[in-house]
């Protein structure tokens, strides 16, 4: 039984420490979340916070045609990291698989806007859900557009993202606060037939509003004075598509970096495909002059990337390189430093800077911040000290029960010792009384010799003695009831019949070698009364007194 009940015990502590970890959020157990490397994927970011990343193209192991993905993540930018190891956070996948759409971010940074044929939906950044929130009738074709938003207004626009019924691509405006979607039908100056995909935006209020940078040049685009060319002067970039353009250092800068070159910038690679950029200018607002930086090397140069500026540093991530085929980038991500037109392999997050990574800043992030990460420890201490006190319990309560069968089994030893009659420690009570002896009780005596005044025969121990000694009424309790003991301290006794005396042989057949006193109460003092073996020589009864 006990067996079985132990093994019973051993299976629900084993469950039980199997719920505890697979229920336990063990943060440092699982390992960091990594991103599947894309290009041409939806993006936007919110300076010195997040860039965050949705869709994107990804190769084809097999070789076929790139697969869109549903993936969605950020790059932490309130703390810093290393370029080959960025703080990724996982966020909602996306509920289908898209690329080349436009977003954008809402105007309080906490809803991110995608925009597909048909619909609009937004990722809540605090709760980590999507929802659709559009049901529209244009529709962005060709592909490879993007959206930007007035911080003073909130209105997202895509430049020829709305389709009219006429085949005629306008503005798209939409109002993330009533989900409402407008148009503005006013032209730019450069023709839409070359110009209308594969461009990039910004939003510089010293440039006029909606930065536009494509194949034709730089142009802005503001509701009062629509569509108009920027002069600039200096350094100035050649055309290209799909680059990144971004405002930064509040605005005083415009910077542009890689994209594909157009097949006018490169008479040998007219049979080819259009080869992928690594360059990098920036622009002085104030006045309007380009200057140029250290480009990266060939293989690090990209077209459809994400980019974003935090702390006075450009953050781009993935994108596809063409050098003499498609592939991604030698580096995923690159950083540059705006402060030292260098590029560097660490990104320094603005100061104050977290001791660690405070994901609780970060809407929707959906990962442990430092306090959760400092509550999952002590929750999976505690858990393991559960396990440990409850196995120790078990271990303590075998080890209790096992002692006690251990003493019940010594008590019942115990006792079925003291109803033997040849017991050593029924000898120890009484001068002399051996079982089934002739001098002790028979039961061919009758019960006479059982009751109060039986009297009990005490032996010489003097080899050749035939003497017994008749006990005064001294009364002593013995193991088989009260016998008379001798008033002499010592067994050597006179008078006492032979044929009432256990022989000298039969008596050292009883295994007694060691002599046993107990204490006889008298009249007026107590005695010794001392059995002593009959093989040992009889001591003096003058020295034993």
């Not at 911080?151 to 709305?162: K, N, R, S």
């Not at 970060?362 to 002590?378: Q, R």
């Not at 009484?430 to 089934?436: G, Q």
């Amino acid at each position: 039984m006990l067996q079985g009940s132990g093994l019973f015990k051993g299976i629900f502590l084993v469950q039980l420490f199997i719920f505890l970890v697979t229920h336990t959020p063990l943060a440092f157990a699982q390992p960091p979340f990594q991103p599947l490397t894309t290009y041409s994927q939806c993006s936007s970011y919110v300076e010195d916070k997040a860039l965050y990343i949705v869709g994107g193209k990804m190769r084809n192991p097999s070789g076929g045609p790139n697969i869109d993905t549903n993936q969605a993540f950020a790059i932490d930018l309130t703390v810093s990291w290393d370029t080959s190891k960025p703080a990724y956070q996982q966020l909602a996948s996306f509920n289908g698989r898209l690329s080349s759409k436009p977003s954008s971010l809402s105007q309080d940074g906490k809803r991110l806007l995608v925009l597909t044929s048909l619909e609009g939906f937004t990722l809540n950044l605090d709760t980590n859900q999507w929802n659709s929130i559009l049901n529209i009738t244009y529709t962005t074709v060709p592909p490879e557009l993007a959206g930007v938003t007035d911080p003073d207004t909130g209105l997202i626009y895509v430049p020829f993202g709305y389709q009219t019924s006429t085949g005629v691509y306008e503005m798209l405006i939409v109002n993330l606060t009533d989900n409402s979607i407008t148009s503005d039908s006013r032209a730019p100056t450069f023709s839409p037939q070359q110009s209308n995909t594969y461009y990039s935006v910004t939003w510089n209020k010293a440039l006029g509003g909606l930065v536009y940078s494509t194949g034709d040049g730089l142009f802005s685009y503001n509701r009062i004075d629509g569509w108009k060319a920027l002069q600039t002067q200096g350094e100035t970039p050649p055309v290209r598509y799909l680059s990144c353009l971004l405002s930064a250092s509040g605005e005083n800068k415009l910077v542009l970096f890689g994209g594909r070159e157009t097949p006018a910038m490169s008479a040998e690679n007219r049979d080819s495909p259009p080869r992928t950029l690594g360059d990098i200018y920036i622009l002085d607002v104030a006045t309007r002059t380009w200057k140029k930086g250290p480009p990266v090397t060939p293989d690090d140069g990209r077209r459809s990337a994400s980019c974003a500026i935090a702390n006075e540093q450009m953050i781009v991530w993935g994108g596809e390189t063409y050098i003499n085929k498609y592939s991604f980038p030698n580096h995923v991500v690159l950083v540059y430093d705006l402060k030292t037109d260098t590029w560097v392999s660490r990104y320094s997050a603005p100061s104050p800077q977290p001791t660690a990574p405070t994901d609780s800043d970060l809407p929707g992030s959906g990962a442990p911040s430092e306090k959760s990460n400092t509550a999952i420890i002590v929750g999976v201490v505690v858990a393991v000290l559960v396990v440990l006190l409850a196995i120790g319990g078990y271990v303590y309560v075998v080890r209790k029960r096992r002692s006690k069968k251990a003493d019940d089994t010594l008590k019942e030893e115990s006792k079925e010792e003291k109803m033997k009659g040849d017991d050593d420690q029924a000898f120890g009570k009484h001068a002399y009384s051996p079982s089934h002896g002739r001098g002790g009780w028979n039961p061919t005596l009758g019960d006479d010799r059982r009751n109060s005044n039986f009297s009990g025969t005490a032996v010489s121990s003097e080899p050749g003695s035939d003497r017994t000694l008749r006990p005064p009424n001294t009364v002593h309790q013995g193991f088989y009831g009260t016998q008379t003991p001798s008033p002499n301290p010592h067994t050597h006794v006179k008078g006492a019949p032979v044929d009432e005396c256990i022989p000298r042989e039969e008596f050292a057949r009883t295994g007694l070698r060691d002599p046993h006193t107990v204490v006889q109460s008298g009249d007026d003092r107590d005695e010794k009364v001392e059995v002593y073996d009959s093989r040992e020589e009889r001591m003096d009864p003058e020295a034993r007194v």
